[in-house]
């Protein structure tokens, strides 16, 4: 059984920062990937950022300069600094490992842009 349990959602306004985290645990083997996805309404699941076991990362176009993606290997955790956020960052943001040929998710955090 593995659990990614995430924190750190809430409602910001344009402009401001968040930081959302993701704790690992269960059974888990070597993990490859660590990420966020994020998922607004009406739209596909998509991915925000990802860090490799070989220590690549990866950014979608639109959050590059203002997110950064960080992981603990020793901890199993990974974080998400978000910066200038924007009311188009809107949106669920989930927790993504996969460990060997598994895929495992966290539950979603909600972060919302508003003034």
């Known amino acids: 059984q593995v659990q990614l349990v995430e924190s750190g959602g809430g409602l910001v306004q344009p402009g401001g920062s968040l930081r959302l985290s993701c704790a690992a645990s269960g059974s888990l083997f070597s993990i490859n990937t660590m990420g966020w996805y994020r998922q607004a309404p009406g739209k596909q699941r998509e991915l925000v950022a990802a860090?490799?076991?070989?220590?690549?990362?990866n950014y979608v176009d639109s959050v590059k300069g203002r997110f950064t993606i960080s992981r603990d290997n020793a901890k199993n955790t990974v974080t998400l600094q978000m910066n200038s956020l924007k009311p188009e960052d809107t949106a669920v943001y989930y927790c993504n490992v996969r460990s060997g040929p598994f895929n495992f998710w966290g539950q979603g955090t909600q972060v919302t842009v508003s003034s």
């Open positions: 860090s490799t076991s070989g220590g690549s990362i």
